[in-house]
């Protein structure tokens, strides 16, 4: 049954004040399953706060979480009222030092254009402060435009040093704050062992004024290897912000408002239950949820309309989570079906460990690597899994 017909079905009383219902309204715009921004965000004040502070002293922030929490969505959201000059350099798919060396010196190249204007005037600073980088005046289509190259007879850590260093000596002479986010910044650190483009970064950032750096990225525990382990060139560099789950009274306000906008009412109390305890309140799984209800029905949605999308959601997603899951070995599949069946403590117990044929080493060794791929969370001693959806396909789909 498709979910359309499945929605027809519902009975509803009609809308008392349809004639107010905001017909423009752009359901993906309000929950985006990618970066959420203007309406579509939902408080983070505090964080935003703290991120903009530490902009505005020069400091360097780290933002990790768990996937698909929203560090990227609290990232722009900080820039964007800031007022302060940024470019965002992501990193989603890199294969060697070259391609981080030309993401990097591009990003450099239009913040440049963005902060001194003129491209004549630009290449006259620039060339004050570069000895091996390469900036050169190009005509295209839309005008002059500045080209910033390498040097390729250098290691593009040290073309990264000059380039980071010329922006900051430009920005001074400028007396002008700016900002480079390095998003999925985990990923240099596959690339490039030797870490020279982590060092790069850390002598300019250590003695920056007036450039403020934001890290970011999916892989938590990458990330904080590199901002953690004392052996690496950016440890204690940053000030961290631990992104958690937006807060289900948090969650009211917005999905109130939103629904004031679609239905000129407040959601049912039992269909905003509903939608948080089916997303436990993960961002990902709120915005999935609210896209469905609040396009496919031009009533106020229930709580059975809410099981009805998730459950399609878990069909949809089903190929994805068995993928996730087909890479596990067999103990930790067998840690997680017990997780997701409610056994959050005692797994080395005799009980479990009679029940399940595992040593109670297997069993910690399968936690261990479990946490590490950030499948599962410990907090207070109690295990939980961290993805809604694969929590519930496990419970009720018992496909291991
Ligand atoms: N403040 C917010 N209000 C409402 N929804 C949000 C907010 N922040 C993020 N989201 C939603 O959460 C999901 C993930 O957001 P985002 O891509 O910013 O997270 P991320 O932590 O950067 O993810 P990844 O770990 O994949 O890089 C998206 O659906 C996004 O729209
Ligand atoms: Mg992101």
């Not at 052996?231 to 961290?240: A, G, M, S």
């Not at 068995?322 to 103990?331: D, T, Y």
């Not at 791929?373 to 109690?382: E, H, Q, R, S, V």
């Amino acid at each position: 049954m498709s979910l359309r017909v499945a929605f027809l079905r519902v009975t509803i009383p009609p809308l008392l004040y349809s004639k107010y219902k905001d017909t423009k309204m752009k359901i993906r715009e309000y929950f985006p399953l990618g970066v959420a921004s203007g309406r579509a965000f939902c408080n983070r004040e505090i964080e935003t706060q703290t991120l903009n502070n530490n902009i505005q002293n020069g400091q360097h922030t780290v933002i990790v979480s768990p996937r698909r929490y929203g560090k990227t969505s609290l990232a722009q959201h900080a820039l964007q009222l800031s007022n302060i000059p940024y470019c965002k350099v992501d990193f989603f798919i890199i294969v060697d030092e070259r391609t981080i060396e030309k993401l990097i010196l591009s990003s450099i190249n239009t913040l440049i254009g963005e902060i001194f204007g003129s491209t004549e005037k630009i290449l006259a600073i620039m060339q004050r402060y570069v000895k091996k980088l390469k900036p050169t005046l190009s005509v295209s289509a839309n005008g002059p435009k500045i080209e910033l190259s390498p040097s390729a007879s250098e290691d593009p850590s040290h073309n990264i040093l000059e380039a980071l260093l010329m922006l900051e000596n430009m920005l001074r002479e400028k007396k002008q704050m700016a900002v480079i986010f390095f998003d999925e910044f985990q990923e240099i650190s596959l690339v490039e062992k030797r870490h020279g483009i982590e060092a790069a970064i850390r002598s300019v950032a250590q003695e920056s004024q007036q450039l403020s750096f934001i890290f970011s990225g999916s892989n938590r525990h990458l990330l904080s290897s590199m901002f953690e382990d004392k052996k690496r060139p950016l440890y204690k560099l940053c000030k961290k912000i631990q992104l958690e789950r937006i807060s289900k009274q948090h969650y009211y306000k917005h999905l109130n408002t939103l629904a004031k906008r679609k239905w000129n009412a407040l959601l049912p109390n039992d269909t905003f239950e509903s939608i948080m305890t089916f997303s436990e309140c993960h961002p990902y799984y709120v915005n999935n949820i609210c896209e469905q209800l609040w396009s496919q029905s031009d009533n106020l949605p229930r709580p059975e309309d809410v099981k009805l999308v998730w459950n399609w959601l878990i069909k949809l997603e089903k190929s994805e989570v068995i993928q996730e899951l087909a890479a596990l070995s067999l103990n930790q599949k067998k840690i997680m079906v017990a997780i997701a069946n409610g056994l959050v403590t005692g797994l080395t117990s005799k009980d479990f460990l009679n029940q399940s044929s595992m040593a109670s080493s297997s069993v910690i060794r399968a936690i261990e690597s479990l946490v590490k791929k950030d499948l599962i969370i410990l907090n207070d001693d109690k295990l939980s899994i961290l993805d809604p959806l694969i929590k519930y396909s496990l419970k009720e789909m018992n496909w291991v």
